[in-house]
């Protein structure tokens, strides 16, 4: 049981204002459903997750302030669970899929290197803007689902790393989507690549982004649709397994020796919330 809670009926009663706007705002995000939006060569698409987004933070407390900052808090280990269904399905999935992704070769895998460059470029440019351990679990990855679950378990639902990755989860959930979604219509425009290969890249990024970059290019190649959507699925299944794997046994260890090489030298003078038991994985 969570630390300050005496039973799940006691949880319960403190949270149900959490559960109930939650499920309050899925009704309305799947009522107003996709939209989409022509915009030059490409095409926008605007996902029920987007609308969500958007409410949730408009109910926070630094806007309408419906949730006070302790309900935020609380609500915080909460997206673990959320995405814990999705997670499964991944496995599930690459199980399903094993055949098909053995046949596209080592594209897929050799995508997951380009995720490391955040650690590369984003943690050195996020410590000289003042985050201090933030920044490890914002730029180890570009934080797809996998990489929630994993921050959580190795520093716990309430550090600060879980913080740094959440917010670029929420960002990309917030921007990244549209990004996805045009950026495909883009480089279809350009007839230089194949849809199987345009199907294969968009799936680098959180699902929510992969549904995006892949029902843009179905609306553009509609004879290569329902292979866009496998490839890009089992795109996004793959490098989230590999990505996870990648992120155990390399981008986590890089981005914590490039923290306790750089974060001295050119981070700003502010103090860290990070606990000792939370740094236990550096170790």
């Known amino acids: 049981m969570e630390e300050g809670y005496q039973s799940i009926a006691d949880r319960v009663k403190k949270e149900y204002k959490i559960y109930i706007s939650a499920f309050s705002v899925l009704i309305l995000s799947e009522l107003i459903g996709e939209i989409e939006v022509n915009f030059g060569p490409g095409m926008l698409i605007l996902f029920p997750l987007f609308y969500g987004i958007i409410i949730g933070v408009l109910l926070g407390p630094d806007l309408i302030g419906f949730f006070k900052n302790e309900e935020v808090e609380a609500a915080s280990p909460l997206v673990l669970v959320a995405i814990a269904p999705f997670i499964v399905n991944i496995g599930i999935t690459a199980a399903q899929d094993l055949p098909l992704l053995i046949s596209v070769g080592p594209a897929l895998l050799l995508a997951e290197f380009g995720n490391l460059f955040t650690v590369l470029i984003a943690l050195p440019l996020a410590l000289f803007l003042g ?153």
């Open 131 to 283: 985050l201090k351990r933030e920044a490890v679990g914002a730029t180890h990855s570009i934080n797809r689902e996998t990489n929630l679950a994993l921050i959580t378990n190795v520093y716990g639902p309430n550090s600060p790393e879980l913080r740094g990755t959440l917010a670029v989860y929420i960002m990309g959930g917030l921007f990244g989507t549209i990004f996805f979604g045009f950026l495909a219509s883009l480089v279809a425009s350009t007839d230089l690549f194949h849809p199987h290969a345009l199907a294969i890249g968009a799936g680098v990024g959180a699902g929510i982004m992969m549904a995006a970059a892949t029902t843009s290019l179905a609306h553009i190649y509609p004879a290569y649709a329902d292979d866009i959507l496998a490839l890009g699925g089992a795109g996004d299944m793959l490098t989230g397994m590999t990505g996870l794997y990648a992120a155990i046994f390399i981008a986590l260890p890089l981005a914590n020796k490039i923290y306790q090489l750089l974060e001295p030298r050119i981070g700003r003078k502010k103090k860290s919330t990070v606990k000792k038991e939370e740094t236990d994985y550096e170790a």
